[in-house]
């Protein structure tokens, strides 16, 4: 994605995703509240047919790149690697001949089934994932643009899918939040469920349950956080609620929200707090504990040489 694509995005969109809501608008503008301070009046003003943004209280304004500089406090070529990592329904990259019935017409499912394709295994290993989580994901091939593809699915409460293989990163079908459930035995059709650990992408959520095979519980992955009121909604049947959101910008501003709504959650993000989320750090702690082994494999067989050059000296001795 470059600045002119990300240009193209609805400002209200990338507002929303990051849990910013307008407190007034209409057909040509959007008021919200400051989204880099605390205030009480908005003062953040969206001129929608210019697709620009101004902040009446420091006098301040631009385009989606200047918002987002500011908002992550980062470089354009930082900001444009967080956008490419979004999936905004405004932007559909095809050309303007296609913009009009996008994915609809690109896209198309051609087998779902049980993970068996081992490059998808090879790249959850890189991952630090095990067979452990084999039976939470599928194996989906599709068709886009004539090409034929198959990725890693996760599939989510619509019944569309999160794609992800080595050299591919998507989504099919409609967005939606992803819940798994772990013999919560607290929790049936008509009580507040007990247990619930929430995630912002499905990676993150394996990585919990390979780093945490007995958890009990649900596991709520947000997919987008553009879907976080939803989430919201679906956390108020939880009375134990426990956060393992990314350690960005965006997923800073995505906990504060939550725990602004539920004072009772508790945050994680601690625990891989050098490390971006969740599965960066188990990816981290995997490879230092192979580098371990290998030094106390390599550790008999050095004290066995020094051992022999000790005898040998002796010998000459």
Known sequence: MNCKQFNSVKLEEILVSLGHHPTKQNEKEAWFLNPFYTETQASFKINKNLNYWYLHSEG??????DFMKKYLNASVKEVLEWAEKQNFSSFQPQNSIQKQNSLKQNYQITEIKELQNENLKDYLQQRGLSTKVYPLVKEIHFR?????LYA??????SGGWELRNSFYKGSLLKKDISILNFNNESHSQNETGKRIVVFEGFMDALSFVEMKPFYKGDVLVMNSISLLNRTKEYLKNYSEIHLFLDNDKAGE???TSILKSFP???????IYALHKDLNDYLQFKNNTEIEKKQ??????KQEQEESEIYQTYKRKR
Not at 60 to 65: D, L, R, S, T, Y
Not at 152 to 157: M, V
């Open 295 to 300: 030094q106390v494999e390599l550790n008999p």
């Open 253 to 255: 501003n995505c906990k």
């Open 60 to 65: 301040i304004g631009g385009n989606n790149v």
């Open 144 to 148: 886009i643009d004539q090409k034929n």
């Open 264 to 270: 009772e959650a508790k945050n994680h993000s601690e």
């Open 152 to 157: 890693i699915g996760f599939e989510n409460l």
